[in-house]
């Protein structure tokens, strides 16, 4: 399926994803910051001290950086929701409790069919601790599965210090999925101007090995299904990524590069592998590369660990 991406914003593009074969069609993410940002504005207008406030608006994006305010994504929500006959999963992205968890009933209510927890964090401040963080998230986790009935998939970064002790956390705290993983975006800083400087640049393969360690390590351990975001180009990448156990699998990168259609020649190519290799079916394949099976899969992963240290060869050594 796509992946959350600014394509889901042209309804001819969602409509040429979903006839290429989407399994679902992905919203990108609504921000907590666009709710707590309306909120506070909502207040200003309607309170009688409210202008005491105003100032609270300049620790928010302008609404403008954005292309859809929170009314304006129920309405696409609506309107995609309409446009297609996929699920549609809607997405919210924010890294504190609080009221702006509410605007998971409003989507539910206007017909999402699952939605996607994104937990982007940078924790900045050294008296925040590890366990605090995942805290929250197991606690907004649950504050939002009180709200709704559809399913709730919490989409992960790969930096937690114990991540499938968190993992089994959020499983056991109701999570419907896990996304493997958040692309986060660098910035860079111009040396000349002095200032930091913000460079989108697309995935590629490369990305897919973290993703795999994890859906090996995490499948067969979990209750909860498992997605692979970021890293998958091709129909290989997408078979490694089931292998090593990934439920479902998100494309955007490629298909932002080669257009909705592309995503028709990933499946069609990956129909093909599993004829050619005798597979008949995805569940046979699922997780058959998984590290379930490995009594002690930490050492599996120190013994790879070692040998690729002691195996490079410079080209001086390779030429002897």
């Keep these: 399926m796509p992946g959350a991406s600014p394509m889901v914003d042209d309804l001819d593009l969602v409509k040429r994803l979903e006839d290429a074969g989407a399994a679902a069609i992905v919203m ?3 921000f907590e910051e666009q709710i707590v940002r309306e909120q506070i504005s909502s207040f200003i207008h309607n309170e009688k001290h409210g202008e005491s406030f105003a100032e609270a608006l300049y620790y928010f994006p302008s609404p403008s950086r954005f292309a859809l305010g929170p009314e304006e994504y129920l309405h696409h929500l609506e309107r995609v929701k309409a446009a297609v006959d996929v699920p549609v999963i809607a997405s919210l992205n924010g890294t504190t409790l609080g009221g702006w968890l509410d605007y998971a009933t409003a989507i539910e209510q206007v017909g999402a ?3 996607e927890l994104n937990v982007y964090s940078l924790p900045t401040d050294p008296e925040v601790s590890g366990e605090a963080i995942e805290d929250t998230t197991v606690e907004m986790l649950r504050a939002v599965k009180q709200k709704v009935r559809i399913p709730v998939a919490v989409k992960l970064s790969p930096f937690y210090t114990a991540l499938a002790h968190f993992a089994r956390r959020l ?3 109701g999570a419907d999925g896990l996304l493997l993983f958040n692309r986060f975006f660098q910035p860079d800083i111009d040396p000349e101007n002095l200032e930091a400087s913000r460079h989108l640049t697309l995935s590629s393969s490369t990305e897919l ?3 795999l360690r994890w859906l090996a390590i995490l499948s067969g351990q ?3 299904s498992l997605a692979v975001t970021g890293g998958v180009h091709g129909a290989t990448d997408a078979v490694k990524a ?3 156990g990934a439920h479902a699998v998100q494309i955007v990168s ?3 590069r080669g257009g909705p259609e592309y995503l028709s020649r990933v499946r069609k190519e990956t129909i093909a592998w599993m004829q050619d290799h005798e597979y008949e079916s995805l569940a046979q394949m699922r997780g058959s590369m998984n590290l379930s099976s490995c009594p002690d899969p930490s050492a599996y992963e120190r013994a790879n660990y070692m040998l690729m240290l002691q195996g490079w060869k410079g080209a001086a050594q390779r030429e002897a």
């Design 242 to 244: 089931i292998m090593a």
């Design 28 to 30: 990108h993410s609504l």
């Design 222 to 224: 979990l209750k909860t």
């Design 209 to 211: 090995p973290l993703r």
């Design 171 to 173: 499983d056991q705290a």
């Design 254 to 256: 490629a298909l932002l």
């Design 113 to 115: 069919d699952a939605l």
